[in-house]
């Protein structure tokens, strides 16, 4: 904490969006990381030259950095701690030297629950996992999310409490019962919240689902910054929807009146995360910083299946026409900007027919975060030279009531951004799309299966 202040660069010229923008960098550079250390955990595995791994693993190079750089802080690191410096008029707060006191619904109505209540789901393992434990301390920043997802769905005050310590905890996935185990193993070095001591407990919730079904709690542990914990918390979920979820770890200290206060969290990316490996791991503790809604890129995952029957493929004079099938099977990890369920539907087009005709839905599946849509689009009228000139839109939708919200969507086309000769700005595909959109059209006759991103930064077109 000494060297906070000096280890930090002037990055208050920089807009919100232009500094989730460099986190968004950053958590590349951490998917890059993460795919090394398996590059690396194989190589452990298949080569029994010393030497030669050493080479290959790139160990050399680490050993020489550190020995050469001992006490320099990583340009990672600097920009992290800096974005986390939040300025106000007339006085500065460090988001890493500051609590946070809990302000959710259903942990203010009554606080007395939170300090001796133990979740439903909370099963004790057996005590000897934590002699197994290695600190993963290389590994843990590979999972972590650069901003809070949390900080979307929750509100609440600072205080003056220091983020600080580490949490250890493993995720294991039952496959048959269809059941997360998040095993919470203990917590080291926490901020003391009143007289060097805290009365810490874990809460976790599965985002984005933020309703009282996701949040679980360890028990809680009497005046000691250090709790050993030894817990087991359960979800009921089956491992294809862990893809679109992340976890949500916090500590907080159990206050006997008032607010309960925060001091600090870690995000995991399930996505990421190695699932061959069952040990426990340490993860730093981080205060909660804020991620706005229009620095998200995804807002979860659709799952298809798309094909082109060409004109008399199937038979004497059948179809008349070329068709297009759409089967649009399911969604995982609907992102909402309050959380929790989503009742949702999918709309598609094929441009550049925007018109009403053009225009089919999925019924509206309610309150899911993981919908199962199961619903085939059919257009006709199609040969195969119009293929490289047209574009499928799929957007999903939210519905609140009478209002429909724009999640997000995908787009299926060659991606020339041009439509018969003219300059289209929906012809913005992905490589991920167009790869798709070409399987299509190379192999008429079959279903081509895709999972593609709910992407937000769909270019706008006219109506």
Request: aromatic content about 6%.
């Amino acid at each position: 904490m000494e060297r906070e202040d000096e280890d930090s660069l002037d990055l208050s010229h920089l807009t919100e969006e232009e500094q989730s923008t460099i986190l968004n960098v950053l958590q590349r550079d951490l998917e890059l990381r993460r795919r090394d250390e398996g590059r690396v955990r194989t190589l452990e595995q298949t080569e029994t030259d010393p030497g030669r791994l050493r080479s290959l693993s790139g160990a050399w190079f680490s050993e020489e950095q550190s020995r050469r750089y001992r006490n320099r802080t990583t340009g990672c690191d600097l920009v992290h701690a800096t974005i986390r410096r939040k300025k106000t008029k007339g006085k500065e707060y460090v988001s890493r030297s500051n609590g946070y006191r809990e302000d959710t619904e259903e942990d203010s109505i009554s606080r007395n629950g939170d300090t001796d209540s133990i979740s439903s789901d909370v099963t004790e393992p057996d005590k000897y996992s934590l002699r197994t434990s290695s600190s993963g301390s290389s590994l843990h920043s590979s999972y972590t999310l650069s901003g809070s997802m949390m900080s979307l769905f929750s509100t609440g005050e600072f205080g003056l409490v220091e983020v600080r310590g580490r949490i250890q905890f493993s995720l294991v996935h039952d496959n048959h019962k269809e059941e997360l185990h998040v095993i919470v193993h203990r917590c080291e070095d926490l901020a003391p919240a009143r007289k060097n001591q805290s009365d810490p407990y874990v809460k976790t919730y599965l985002l984005p689902d933020k309703s009282s079904h996701s949040k679980k709690k360890t028990s809680v542990k009497k005046r000691t910054l250090d709790p050993v914990y030894d817990q087991t918390l359960r979800y009921k979920v089956n491992a294809g929807e862990l893809r679109g979820r992340t976890l949500n770890l916090s500590v907080w200290h159990a206050a006997s009146l008032g607010r309960n206060v925060f001091l600090g969290e870690v995000e995991v990316a399930l996505s990421l995360w190695d699932w061959t490996s069952t040990q426990p791991q340490w993860h730093d503790l981080l205060p909660r910083v804020h991620l706005s809604p229009d620095s998200i890129s995804s807002r979860g995952t659709v799952f298809l299946s798309i094909k082109f029957i060409p004109e008399g493929s199937e038979g004497p004079g059948l179809p008349l026409t070329g068709e297009l099938h759409i089967w649009l099977r399911e969604a995982h990890g609907l992102l909402s900007n309050k959380g929790g369920a989503v009742s949702s539907f999918v709309k598609s087009y094929i441009l550049p027919d925007a018109s009403r005709q053009s225009g089919q839905k999925t019924r509206v599946v309610k309150r899911s975060i993981s919908p199962t849509y199961n619903h085939t689009m059919v257009y006709d009228g199609f040969q195969t030279s119009d293929l490289r000139e047209a574009c499928a839109e799929l957007t999903v939708w939210q519905r609140e009531g009478l209002k429909t919200l724009l999640l997000g969507g995908a787009r299926l086309s060659p991606g020339t951004g041009q439509s018969y000769g003219e300059a289209v700005s929906w012809m913005d595909s992905t490589e991920e799309e167009i790869a798709v959109w070409t399987t299509m059209i190379q192999n008429p006759n079959r279903w081509v299966d895709a999972t593609l991103s709910i992407r937000t930064n769909l270019t706008h077109r006219p109506k």
